[in-house]
C-alpha cells in the first residue's frame, strides 16, 4: 500500500495559559521534535515520542561552531579570490597591494582558527566532566 501524503488543511484552535504553553514548550524542547505541532501530533495520536537529556552548554557550543564555520567558509573564498587576483597581477605596485592584503587575510584566518581550537577544547572538557 502506498503512503500518500496529504496537505494538512484543517486547523484546531486551542487557547492556553501561559503557564500552560510554556510547560508544553518545556516539554517540546527536552524532544528530539523539530516543530511544536509535531510534538503536538504525536501527543494526540500517541506515537512514540523520543526524549533527550541535552546539555545547553554543548548545544550553545555547536550553534557557536557553526557560526565560526561560515566565518571560516568567506574567510577560504576570500583568500581564493586573492590568489586569483595574485595569478593576474602584471606590475609591482600591484603585488606589493596584495601582499598586505593577503597578511590580513592570513591573520584573520589564523585568529579564527585559535577561536575553533578554543571553542573545541571546551566541548572535550565538557564531555569528559559528563563521565
Not at 501524503?5 to 514548550?25: G, P, S
Not at 566565518?71 to 606590475?91: D, P
Amino acid at each position: 500500500m502506498e503512503n500518500k501524503q496529504e496537505n494538512r488543511t484543517r486547523r484546531i484552535t486551542l487557547r492556553l495559559t501561559v503557564a500552560e504553553y510554556a510547560k508544553i514548550e518545556k516539554n517540546w524542547r527536552n524532544t528530539l521534535t523539530q516543530k511544536l505541532s509535531d510534538h503536538l501530533r504525536n501527543l494526540i495520536f500517541r506515537k512514540p515520542i523520543v526524549t533527550t537529556c541535552r546539555n545547553r552548554s554543548i548545544d550553545d557550543l555547536v550553534i557557536e561552531l557553526g557560526l565560526l564555520r561560515q566565518e571560516l567558509n568567506r574567510i577560504g573564498v576570500n583568500f581564493n579570490q586573492s590568489v586569483k587576483k595574485l595569478h593576474t597581477l602584471q606590475e609591482t605596485p600591484q603585488f606589493m597591494r596584495w601582499l598586505t592584503t593577503h597578511e590580513i587575510e592570513k591573520r584573520t584566518l589564523a585568529n579564527k582558527m585559535d577561536e575553533i581550537k578554543n571553542h573545541m577544547q571546551k566541548i572535550v572538557e565538557i564531555v569528559f566532566e559528563q563521565r
